[in-house]
């Protein structure tokens, strides 16, 4: 039988789709965490429940984009374990996970306290909140701008990025109740915007969440058509049968797949593994492929699960 792993990545690549944003994740956090500790002390100085319930907000944001920084760190310095085969690299796909859950969190308790106030609005000083809601609106640009390309490329960043851009969508509700504030006095504008922002959030945290959960669960990647990258390899010259096909992600920008391949008589091995390795990189973008080429002689035993 002939064995082989596709190792298309250089020690550069192989890093993951997250960790190539690993600096840009830690300038989020600390400007968010200049904008949190700006909103609180303004906030418990003029008693603004706008803006310390924007500071919780904001603290959650910093947490979760913390912890989706920290995951790929300990996923990084984890992988030169010898017991750790794949590393550690799945703390980041939890930390995504804990991400989505924190968002649903945040945008229920943002919708029930705004419906809360829809009763009895309180007071909100308009120009403290409209000068600090403009101030963290700046620093969530800056921090949404670096995240916005990682977040094509790992589900990890992109759960800090639908973080970050949660409080961005934050910051201008609350600078528009502000604004409202100082021109109307009508204090039903921060309710309503509250509202806004919790039905904003909650769709996208449902669609990081059951991405996550995809990974860990190990389905095939979105977008992998699993018959379709069967019949491709039943196509390849000298295969004859194509089973114990497993495609699955690791963590974003790291798909593996294992399959075992039934060569015809005469066929070459050597030339079926390099063929087989090609089509996977060239038509499904995946480097890692451990294949298994079996004479037709040869069967597999039966696995009991």
């Known amino acids: 039988m002939g064995h082989g792993h596709g190792h298309g990545m250089s020690p550069e690549q192989a890093v993951s789709a997250g960790g190539r944003h690993l600096r840009r994740l830690w300038i989020a956090v600390g400007l968010g965490l200049v904008t949190f500790v700006l909103q609180l002390s303004v906030g418990l100085a003029t008693s603004s429940l706008a803006l310390l319930a924007d500071s919780a907000h904001v603290f959650t944001d910093v947490f979760g984009v913390t912890l989706a920084a920290v995951a790929i760190v300990v996923a990084r310095r984890s992988s030169s374990k010898k017991g750790r085969t794949f590393g550690l690299y799945r703390s980041e796909v ?3 996970l804990t991400n989505a859950v924190l968002l649903f969190a945040v945008a229920g308790w943002v919708i029930y306290e705004a419906v809360g106030r829809f009763s009895a609005p309180p007071e909100v000083p308009g120009w403290p909140v409209t000068i600090v809601a403009a101030v963290g609106l700046v620093m969530n640009v800056v921090a949404f701008v670096l995240l916005k390309d990682g977040a094509a490329e790992s589900l990890n960043v992109r759960g800090a990025y639908l973080e970050v851009m949660a409080d961005m969508i934050g910051s201008i509700g609350v600078l528009v109740s502000g604004l409202v504030t100082i021109l109307f006095g009508w204090r039903y504008a921060d309710p309503i915007i509250g509202i806004g922002i919790g039905l904003f959030v909650l769709p996208r945290a449902y669609r990081l969440g059951r991405s996550a959960l995809r990974i860990l669960f190990q389905h095939a990647p979105e ?29 974003s920008g790291m798909e593996v797949v294992s399959a075992h391949l039934t060569m015809v008589d005469g066929a070459d091995q050597a030339d079926i593994l390099v ?3 090609g089509l996977l990189a060239d038509n499904y973008s995946i480097e890692h492929a451990t294949l298994q080429v079996e004479q037709p002689s040869v069967k597999c035993r039966e696995l009991s699960w």
């Open 275 to 277: 063929a087989a390795q």
């Open 223 to 251: 977008g992998v058509d699993v018959k379709q990258m069967t019949a491709d390899l039943l196509g390849l010259p000298g295969v004859c049968e194509v089973h114990d096909l497993h495609v699955w992600t690791l963590t």
């Open 94 to 96: 939890l930390a995504a």
